[in-house]
Structures are given as structure tokens and as C-alpha cells.
Antibody
Framework: QVQLVESGGGVVQPGGSLRLSCAASGFIFSNYGMHWVRQAPGKGLEWVAF????????YNVDSVKGRFTISRDNSKNTVNMQMNSLRVEDTAVYYC?????????????????WGQGTLVTVSS | SSELTQDPTVSVALGQTVRITCQGDSLRNYYASWYQQKPRQAPILVIC???NRPSGIPDRFSGSSSGNTASLTITGAQAEDEAEFYC???????????FGGGTKLTVL
């Protein structure tokens, strides 16, 4: 079945780095854009980053620009996020999710499925 | 601040109908999708492409849209529907995405 499994979370000091990975299975990975979404403890969902199916386009939320880099390896069915210069406010569960669309992705797209999430804690 | 606005809390009596709304300028151009999240679980998609239900989602869930407002309606709410609900769409630029702040649904 379609499945996403995140890994790479952990505890890191402010200013440190982490690399998250999301392993996909059960579908043709290279056909789909992928997103990262995070959720701080007790807070709502926040979109973080997107990468197009072939890696040709990437977008980030402003709060992580210049610090987080999304990438993918279609030969390994993985999407990654390199997180540098981590801040306390980056503490969250990070989910990867597959982008689904209709009508060429305009006017609507959605996230399905989601992984189970990986916890990133930034603390001294 | 979120570009999609949701009421933080909504309650409904068991078996009654409830509507959860999501407002934002980008909804005039883009459809919203809706996600249900229960404590300590990942979100799941309940409505996509304005009013389509993925397989496995009960038909008591439906979506609609008018102007700058998208709505999720639960007709005959059940106890297991108690959860946080989030709307999601693109922002006004079209190359970023955004979630609403979430609505905590309580089934009384």
C-alpha cells in the first residue's frame, strides 16, 4: 500500500543541523510532488516546503528560507530536508506528505497520504 | 498569521449537523482540502478537490465553497468525529501553501 516513513528526527542544540528523510513506497514516486509539514507542540499545522516531482521547482515558507533545503532522490524513492541553523522555534513533529492534484493541479491540490511524523527538538 | 481563518472551537450535539468554515482570499482561486487530526495521530484527508471524499471516509462528510469561504459539513456527527480539523490551500501567490489555524470539534 501507499506508505511514507520519516526518519532523522532527534534532539539538537540551537544553531545545529539535522537531515530528515522520508521513504516512499507503494506508488510511482517520481510522478508526485512532495511536501514537508510541521506541527509545534500543542500548535496547528504549518506548511514548510515543497519539491516538484522532478526536483525542478522548490518552495519554502519564509521562516525557513536560507536554512532548510528540500531535495529528492527518485532512484531511492526518498525526499529529504536538510535543516541548518536550527532555532528553538523549529521544534516540531515533521511530516512528509504526497501531493495529489486534479485538472493539472489547478485549481486544487491536496496532501495524501501523510507519514507518521518525526520529532525534532531544538534545545540547549 | 495564517491566511486561512477558522473558528478555533465548534461543538455539535451527537447526531446533529455541523459546519466548519475556512475563510481566505486565495479560496476565490483555489479549492480547499480538509484534514482531520486526532490526538497523537497524523492528519488524514477527509475532503479534497472541493467536495470529493477519499475512499474510507464516511459520506456524512461533505465540502462546499462560495466566494472566499470553504466549508466542511458533517451531517449526523458521531462521537468518533471529535478531532481537530484543518483546511489547506495555496496562498494568494500560488507557489506557497497554507493551513488554517484549525478548528477543534467537540461532539456533545
Amino acid at each position: 500500500q501507499v506508505q511514507l516513513v520519516e526518519s532523522g528526527g532527534g534532539v539538537v542544540q540551537p544553531g545545529g543541523s539535522l537531515r530528515l528523510s522520508c521513504a516512499a513506497s507503494g506508488f510511482i514516486f517520481s510522478n508526485y510532488g512532495m511536501h514537508w509539514v510541521r506541527q509545534a507542540p500543542g500548535k496547528g499545522l504549518e506548511w514548510v516546503a515543497f519539491i516538484e516531482h522532478d526536483g525542478s521547482s522548490k518552495y519554502n515558507v519564509d521562516s525557513v528560507k536560507g536554512r532548510f533545503t528540500i531535495s529528492r532522490d527518485n532512484s531511492k524513492n526518498t525526499v529529504n530536508m536538510q535543516m541548518n541553523s536550527l532555532r528553538v522555534e523549529d521544534t516540531a513533529v515533521y511530516y512528509c506528505a504526497r501531493r495529489r492534484c486534479s485538472s493539472g493541479c489547478a485549481p486544487g491540490d491536496w496532501l495524501d497520504p501523510w507519514g507518521q511524523g518525526t520529532l525534532v527538538t531544538v534545545s540547549s | 498569521s495564517s491566511e486561512l481563518t477558522q473558528d478555533p472551537t465548534v461543538s455539535v450535539a451527537l447526531g446533529q449537523t455541523v459546519r466548519i468554515t475556512c475563510q481566505g482570499d486565495s479560496l476565490r482561486n483555489y479549492y480547499a482540502s480538509w484534514y482531520q487530526q486526532k490526538p497523537r495521530q497524523a492528519p488524514i484527508l477527509v475532503i479534497c478537490d472541493k467536495n470529493n471524499r477519499p475512499s474510507g471516509i464516511p459520506d456524512r462528510f461533505s465540502g462546499s465553497s462560495s466566494g472566499n469561504t470553504a466549508s466542511l459539513t458533517i451531517t449526523g456527527a458521531q462521537a468518533e468525529d471529535e478531532a481537530e480539523f484543518y483546511c489547506y490551500s495555496r496562498d494568494s501567490s500560488g507557489d506557497h501553501w497554507v493551513f488554517g489555524g484549525g478548528t477543534k470539534l467537540t461532539v456533545l
